[in-house]
């Protein structure tokens, strides 16, 4: 993957238009830890099968792990976390690293459960670790990179989203296949203790260049009212951040309910569905993530709306594909089905986060960001995975093994909520987006 054009720091990356070798090397390393970030979030969705039959869970059991007990305690953390992050004094770097450190550990200490509750605890502790990063990373990225390029430095760093879901997909089934599913995650879990210190070594606070450099008075922190009513004051980002929630809701569910629709429906091991989920999950979705901040960034320039064109229109035209795939009995004809829905549904990251942070001022960012985070992962993940386990478990008397197809049926369709709102989100850019 790394082998890509796309994330090559040649013309027109992100990468060359940053305005020093800190910035290039600030970037890639945000990108490997926000990799280990979904890494370790994400490899419960390969391992759900196995984990359900050795610790003797239910669906919705499942969906709880794989959601709520991660979710809830990232999206109420979140917020208070970035708006620390937006202190001018706060080192953003040394609490990236932290939260790297304690979502790490978490992740190895679920491979030691023995039960629903310590499994459960366990993730919790990997929700509450893994809050601490993106509003940070957000806020870094922004500071660091002109508006210009914000899309796609922002696209780029979210591709450890597909990245690291791919080699979730990857490395949990085939380690699980030779050594059980505890393995995997000590194993996923363990590399993460090593990277925080990288972080502290390699990376730098750009605020304190910045403080060093001036004699100006750093900006006062905005209250929260005043930032919350600034942040919610633009329809713009309400707009987005219901159409990212429910994209989220969405992708999160599909992600863990779709393996097990292969396994169970198509009959795949867990090393099969895996390596070729991979390629719908990780490579389409990293090709859609570059692509959508690339589109972001080229079409904005001539008009603000088309940032978020690709998104809006994408969606609603990749629908009925999506549906198509959950009907046909090939696997194989499934999964060629589902690679153009996983491009154009993973484009929305880069423009959608770059929206948001030029909709406000700077000491508001990462609280945006988070709030971002808080919808998409209390209603996306906090919900998703749980709500289609719950269907999938209400439709198993009628449907069986068929059941999880039938939720996916659903899903399908609802792609086109987040189109419609992301739809009615560009109309504001124009008149909303700020200019630095």
């Not at 219901?242 to 809701?249: D, G, K, L, Q």
């Not at 945006?368 to 386990?389: E, K, R, T």
């Not at 659903?410 to 630095?436: Q, Y």
């Amino acid at each position: 993957m790394n082998e890509k054009p796309a994330l090559a720091a040649g013309p027109g990356s992100p990468l060359a238009d940053s305005s020093s070798a800190q910035t290039r090397t600030m970037l890639w390393i945000l990108l490997i830890v926000y990799i280990f970030n979904f890494l370790d979030r994400q490899i419960v969705n390969i391992l759900a099968e196995p984990i359900k039959t050795s610790l003797r869970l239910s669906d919705t059991q499942l969906g709880l792990l794989a959601g709520p007990a991660f979710a809830v305690f990232y999206a109420l953390l979140g917020i208070p976390i970035a708006r620390h992050a937006d202190k001018e004094g706060t080192n953003r770097v040394r609490l990236i690293a932290i939260a790297l450190a304690v979502w790490s550990a978490m992740t190895a200490v679920c491979g030691l459960a023995q039960n629903f509750i310590q499994l459960l605890f366990a993730r919790i502790g990997v929700g509450v670790g893994e809050a601490g990063c993106t509003p940070a990373a957000h806020s870094l990225i922004t500071d660091s990179v002109p508006a210009e390029k914000r899309s796609s430095a922002i696209a780029f760093y979210g591709l450890g989203v597909p990245v690291g879901s791919l080699l979730g997909l990857i490395l949990g089934g085939v380690v699980n296949d030779l050594y059980g599913w505890r393995i995997a995650l000590m194993l996923v879990g363990a590399p993460g203790l090593l990277l925080a210190l990288i972080v502290l070594i390699f990376m730098r606070e750009p605020r304190h260049h910045r403080i060093a450099q001036t004699v100006k008075a750093a900006p006062a922190q905005l209250p929260v009212g005043a930032a919350l009513r600034e942040i919610f004051s633009s329809r713009a980002f309400v707009f987005i951040l219901i159409a990212a929630s429910a994209t989220a809701f969405l992708s999160y569910g599909k992600a863990l309910w779709t393996i097990s629709f292969f396994i169970r429906s198509h009959g795949l091991s867990t090393t099969e569905a895996g390596l070729s989920m991979a390629v719908v999950l990780g490579l389409a979705a990293a090709l859609g993530t570059w692509l959508g901040g690339k589109a972001a960034d080229v079409f904005g320039r001539r008009d603000k709306r088309h940032i978020l064109t690709l998104p809006a229109y994408g969606m609603a035209i990749v629908a009925p594909l999506l549906f198509l795939g959950y009907v046909m009995e090939d696997w194989r004809v499934a999964m060629a089905l589902l690679i153009i829905p996983s491009i154009i549904n993973a484009a929305y990251y880069g423009p959608a986060y770059a929206c948001v942070q030029g909709l406000v001022r700077p000491q508001a960012r990462a609280v945006a960001a988070s709030i971002m985070l808080f919808g998409q992962n209390l209603i996306g993940l906090g919900f998703g995975p749980f709500l289609f386990g719950v269907f999938s478990d209400a439709l198993a008397p009628t449907y069986g093994e068929e059941s999880v197809r039938y939720v996916l049926y659903g899903a399908a369709w609802l792609g086109l909520i987040p189109a419609f709102f992301f739809w009615r989100a560009s109309l504001r850019l124009a008149s909303e987006l700020k200019s630095g």
